[in-house]
């Protein structure tokens, strides 16, 4: 459907391989069975591919390379189909080098770090690349990493949808006759033996179902604010905003009004199983609960703040309703009103918009790949437009700009002594979401071109029990995080 509605793009013909993989050990059998319970509930209807040649193929897989090699009557068939530019191959595994030489442009093959290796590792993210195999060579047109999760199978299944999604963008800029090379990444080898990771997920699986059932413990966000100069401030020094009963405070910016320092959190309640838009006033005293400034059926986070020709406008987290959406005040600080939607049809999450070079420029975190649960962690994503208001974003020739769960999802921005905007960036630990920041001051950003230099890094460990820290704003001297 996708190379139907894209010019230049033609689907030639599909290739199913049935080939005999190696028997799966029990641990993975059980994974793959609760994957495609979570995956394919629902999901019973066999979809009839819109192309000119489907066809099935056998080849054997070679013992000790993993190969799946082809008949000489397999690849004369997809001789066959025409003048075909490229194969891609969407089956895991290294493919057959012959079916590289049936296509005039060469063999798309997607590489990735192995699963079990980055979890015994404990590494957040696994990387992967879409390698283009052509006349001997090897040439990475994409690379980028995605997170890791508690399987392997979940893991692999995850990162090759969403590498599938890229895929997508680097054959669209192939008939604009645009795009980048590089070399192929190195990727650390498998574990020998499947033993250990079996071991080690077993005792992860008792050691959660002890601090979950047992010890009643679980991971819950605060805030905590200080009056201090957010370029050297020492977070250990701030105060904590007391969660209400039953809820969690997070994500928080700050503005100022008519004298007063008024912060803006997400406040998430458990009974709702949803966050809103809650205010507090800050003093040097302490923190006090103004109220609730915008609740939606749906979750709200990220209250990001923005002022523009003396108005105070607002630009929540509402992923949940497919949009982004613009909120002003007409009342300060609880009365907000719905005045329009900047982008629609889009999960996206974190949106901060600021001005740029004579016009506006918003950074945001999209879904590329899509999903009911939505992973916006991976992916940042630019637009342009000559006013915040706009509801037409020109995006940037590269989104996403970055595609790597450590520096990609947006965590606040702040304003340099020299003017200069800077954007924070969560950095996601092992199975830990938003394990510790960085600032990055932008340097350039254009149609084509964006980059920023880090300035500092944030770890977790300013208070006692920390295990994560995402997000720091400020304005007026009042720095707030969580």
Same mark, same amino acid.
Request: aromatic share 8%; glycine share 8%; with cysteine.
């Given at each position: ?5 894209? /010019? ?28 495609a319970r979570s995956v394919w509930s629902g999901m019973g209807e066999s979809v009839a591919l819109p192309v000119a040649a489907t066809f099935e193929v056998a080849p054997t897989l070679e013992v000790g ?219 040097p005293g302490g923190a006090r609960r103004l109220g609730e400034a915008i609740v939606e059926p749906f979750h709200m986070s990220f209250p990001f703040l923005l002022r523009h020709e003396g108005r105070l406008?607002?630009? /929540? ?13 007409v009342g300060f600080p609880l009365r907000w009103e719905f005045r329009s939607t900047l982008m629609a049809g889009v999960s996206a999450a974190d949106t901060m918009v600021f001005p740029w070079g004579g ?94 230099? /880090? ?28």
């Amino acid at each position: 459907s996708w190379a139907a509605a894209t /010019p230049g793009v033609a689907l030639t013909g599909v290739v199913i391989e049935r080939v005999a993989r190696a028997a799966a050990s029990r641990l993975q059998r059980a994974e793959a069975r609760r994957l495609a319970r979570s995956v394919w509930s629902g999901m019973g209807e066999s979809v009839a591919l819109p192309v000119a040649a489907t066809f099935e193929v056998a080849p054997t897989l070679e013992v000790g390379t993993g190969i799946a090699r082809y008949a000489e009557a397999e690849i004369a068939a997809i001789r066959a189909l025409g003048a075909v530019d490229s194969v891609v191959r969407l089956a895991p595994g290294p493919a057959d080098p012959e079916i590289e030489h049936a296509a005039a442009r060469g063999l798309f093959e997607l590489r990735m770090d192995d699963a079990r290796a980055a979890i015994l590792a404990r590494r957040p993210s696994i990387r992967c690349a879409w390698i283009l195999h052509r006349e001997g060579e090897e040439l990475s047109l994409w690379d980028g990493a995605f997170p890791t999760l508690d399987t392997a199978t979940a893991t692999e299944a995850a990162a090759r949808g969403r590498a599938r999604a890229h895929l997508k963008i680097v054959i669209e800029r192939l008939t604009r006759k645009v795009g980048r090379v590089g070399e192929p990444p190195e990727l650390p080898p498998p574990p020998r033996d499947d033993r250990a990771y079996a071991r080690d997920r077993l005792r992860a699986r008792l050691a959660q179902a002890w601090r979950r059932r047992v010890l009643k413990q679980g991971p819950r966000w605060s805030v905590a604010f200080q009056f201090a100069d957010w370029e050297g401030i020492d977070l250990s020094r701030g105060a904590k905003i007391p969660n209400p009963p039953n809820h969690f405070l997070a994500d928080p910016f700050v503005t100022h009004e008519d004298g007063r320092a008024v912060c803006f959190v997400e406040d998430f309640d458990y009974a709702r199983g949803l966050g809103h838009i809650a205010a507090y006033e800050l003093t040097p005293g302490g923190a006090r609960r103004l109220g609730e400034a915008i609740v939606e059926p749906f979750h709200m986070s990220f209250p990001f703040l923005l002022r523009h020709e003396g108005r105070l406008f607002m630009i /929540p987290e509402t992923w949940q309703a497919g949009d982004i959406r613009l909120y002003e005040c007409v009342g300060f600080p609880l009365r907000w009103e719905f005045r329009s939607t900047l982008m629609a049809g889009v999960s996206a999450a974190d949106t901060m918009v600021f001005p740029w070079g004579g016009r506006w420029a918003m950074a945001t975190n999209i879904d590329l790949a899509g999903g009911p649960a939505g992973e916006h962690c991976s992916e940042l994503s630019l637009f342009f437009a000559d006013s915040p208001m706009s509801d037409t974003w020109a995006p940037h020739a590269w989104n996403p700009v970055i595609v790597d769960p450590a520096r990609a999802r947006n965590g606040g921005l702040l304003t340099g002594a020299d003017g200069a905007p800077h954007r924070v960036s969560q950095r996601q630990g092992f199975l830990t979401y938003g394990a510790g920041l960085s600032i990055n001051r932008i340097e350039t950003l254009t149609d084509d071109a964006y980059a920023e230099t /880090p300035v500092r890094a944030v770890a977790s460990d300013f208070f006692p029990g920390l295990i994560g820290a995402h997000h720091l704003h400020s304005a007026g001297g009042v720095p707030v995080y969580d």
